[in-house]
């Protein structure tokens, strides 16, 4: 059974997405923790109600990057996690993760990359006015969401698109393809082929 961690800053709703797809499907893996940087953030009463365990901190408690890096690099090894999944983790991943856990670290970008990286990026699409927005898995490198893209999907702004109504349809597509992907990815290792 493939073992992993979600990492989410926020509301959770992508670690929703994952873990209901999940169960739903008895896929052969389990997520074994959840990693939030904000001890107040919603994805922690997800994480319980779901029956995961997680763990909570506060970043300007440590000296630094390196230094909550390799606490979470403990816990990540304390619960078995072989993967990370990013699930709107708001933070770069430093050098003592991408160490740790090189070429297992994707993340979910609402962006048809290398288009939009960074913050912001339906805002930044929808105020550039484009015609196809989309998101885009992507293992996670040194870089701002320059990782090698592993999928992407389109979807074309309608002349009447709100960012209200983009924003919801880029949440849609998201839940439905992270889910995917994150199963493919597992179980292509889980069979020893090339990831």
């Given at each position: 059974?493939?073992?992993?961690?979600?990492?989410?800053?926020?509301?959770?709703?992508?670690?929703?997405?994952?873990?209901?797809?999940?169960?739903?499907?008895?896929?052969?893996?389990?997520?074994v923790?959840?990693?939030?940087d904000?001890?107040?953030?919603?994805?922690?009463?997800?994480?319980?109600?779901?029956?995961?365990?997680?763990?909570?901190?506060?970043?300007?408690?440590f000296?630094?990057?390196?230094?909550?890096?390799?606490?979470?690099?403990?816990?990540?090894?304390?619960?078995?996690?072989?993967?990370?999944?990013?699930?709107?983790?708001?933070?770069?991943?430093?050098?003592?993760?991408?160490?740790?856990?090189?070429?297992?670290?994707?993340?979910?970008?609402?962006?048809?990359?290398?288009?939009?990286?960074?913050?912001?990026?339906?805002?930044?699409?929808?105020?550039?006015?484009?015609?196809?927005?989309?998101?885009?898995?992507?293992?996670?490198?040194?870089?701002?969401?320059?990782?090698?893209i592993?999928?992407?999907?389109?979807?074309?702004?309608?002349?009447?698109?709100?960012?209200?109504?983009?924003?919801?349809?880029?949440?849609?597509?998201?839940?439905?393809?992270?889910?995917?992907?994150?199963?493919?990815?597992?179980?292509?290792?889980?069979?020893?082929?090339?990831?």
């Amino acid at each position: 059974m493939k073992k992993f961690a979600v990492f989410a800053s926020g509301s959770g709703t992508n670690f929703e997405a994952i873990e209901r797809r999940m169960r739903e499907e008895n896929w052969d893996a389990e997520i074994v923790l959840v990693v939030c940087d904000k001890p107040d953030a919603k994805v922690l009463e997800r994480a319980e109600k779901a029956g995961i365990p997680s763990f909570a901190f506060q970043p300007k408690s440590f000296d630094n990057k390196a230094a909550f890096e390799q606490v979470i690099v403990e816990q990540l090894r304390l619960h078995g996690a072989e993967w990370i999944v990013l699930a709107g983790y708001m933070r770069l991943i430093g050098d003592t993760l991408l160490s740790a856990y090189r070429n297992k670290i994707i993340n979910i970008h609402p962006s048809l990359l290398p288009a939009f990286p960074g913050i912001d990026a339906v805002g930044q699409a929808y105020r550039a006015g484009v015609k196809v927005a989309g998101i885009t898995v992507h293992y996670v490198d040194e870089g701002m969401d320059t990782g090698p893209i592993i999928a992407q999907r389109a979807v074309e702004l309608e002349k009447s698109e709100t960012l209200a109504s983009l924003e919801e349809k880029i949440h849609k597509l998201e839940h439905e393809l992270y889910p995917e992907v994150i199963k493919e990815l597992l179980e292509l290792n889980g069979r020893g082929e090339k990831e």
